[in-house]
């Protein structure tokens, strides 16, 4: 990851600065009027905070003179502690703060990472055993690098194909995210959960990158908890659904004073029926911005992982975690409120 890091601090230099690297030292060299200058990239993953953290103790030993942290996009809470903390650094949105002798160098980037869809290696089967890992994980109370499962087990819930998630745990070893245990094949195969924190991380930055199919339509209600509890159920006319976003965190990890939307999951196959007309029926109206409701195509195994709280679906942590981060803004700060309180990994 290192040539990905010095490529990335390189991008944010300005070219009068003559910057060199030497990938062989993990180094880029510039000279300035004071004199030789060395920064150090350190990659630092996706750039949320717990990213951030763990890039911090592995340097613990080293000294900091020179350290760029450098990561794909670095979230709001990431760039505060950065700024707290005084550190250099970049991501791959172009943005950058980094202080040489004599010139300080900021760049506020293009808003998104660049595209690396081949470089990064996920797809939407890899996305689905990943997000059944990440949540079985959870459910299980298990230490977070304790859970083990077979490949049948997570190619069942994920609904990926058997050899397709064989493929999948391959490349999951490969990069760390797992382990194999026993044989190579049959019911002995199993995989050990072995980096769940960088695998949330890693997963859900792919996952804030994609768009949900949805009907944005507007309501009269009294509250949104009490709407969720007592008239969305009717509304969709299915019991397979599950609410997301800020209604959700307010259940799992409340943040803010007022939750003004309702999102919520449901099944494909409803979805795809009728489930404007019911919702047209019941008094909600289309709109194109200004909802309060948000009626989502569910994919995958998010309704698998959905469970009941005080009489309303909800959303696993793991998916929650990546549809807060998918809101930006204020969605992030709440993401990362929800991973310290409520996954801890």
């Known amino acids: 990851m290192n040539k990905r890091a010095i490529s990335t601090v390189l991008d944010a230099l300005p070219d009068a600065l003559h910057a060199v690297a030497h990938p062989g030292r993990d180094s880029i060299e510039l ?25 911090l103790h592995r340097l613990q030993a080293e000294p900091s003179e020179g350290v760029v942290m450098v990561a794909r996009q670095f979230s709001r809470g990431a760039r505060r502690e950065l700024a707290e903390l005084g550190h250099n650094w970049a991501d791959e949105t172009g943005s950058a703060w980094i202080s040489l002798p004599s010139v300080v160098v900021t760049t506020s980037g293009r808003g998104e990472p660049k595209p690396k869809p081949q470089r990064e290696g996920w797809t939407r089967a890899s996305a689905l055993i990943a997000e059944t890992l990440l949540s079985a994980a959870l459910k299980s109370g298990s230490k977070p690098n304790g859970l083990i499962a077979t490949g049948d087990m997570v190619a069942e819930h994920a609904g990926v194909s058997a050899g397709r998630t064989a493929q999948v745990l391959q490349s999951f070893d490969a990069r760390g995210y797992t382990r194999k245990e026993g044989g ?135 998916r929650l975690y990546g549809d807060l981060l998918r809101l930006g803004g204020r969605g992030e700060d709440a993401a990362e409120h929800l991973r310290r309180i409520a996954i801890g990994w």
């Open 31 to 55: 000279e300035l009027s004071g004199g030789r200058v060395i920064l150090r990239p350190v990659w630092a993953g996706q750039g949320f905070p717990r990213d951030l953290h763990a890039a």
């Open 184 to 318: 190579d094949r049959g019911p002995t195969a199993r995989r050990l959960l072995a980096d769940s924190s960088r695998l949330l991380s890693d997963w859900a930055g792919w996952h804030r990158q994609q768009r949900s199919e949805g009907i944005l339509m507007h309501a009269l209600w009294p509250g949104a908890h009490d709407f969720a509890s007592t008239e969305l159920g009717a509304i969709v006319a299915t019991p397979d659904w599950a609410v997301t976003d800020w209604l959700a965190a307010d259940m799992r990890a409340p943040m803010v004073s007022d939750v003004q939307t309702v999102s919520v999951y449901v099944d494909a196959n409803t979805f795809d029926a009728d489930l404007e007309r019911r919702a047209t029926m019941a008094g909600l109206r289309r709109v194109e911005s200004g909802e309060r409701v948000r009626l989502l195509r569910a994919d995958g195994v998010v309704l698998k992982d959905a469970e009941m709280l005080n009489g309303i679906r909800v959303v696993s942590p793991i």
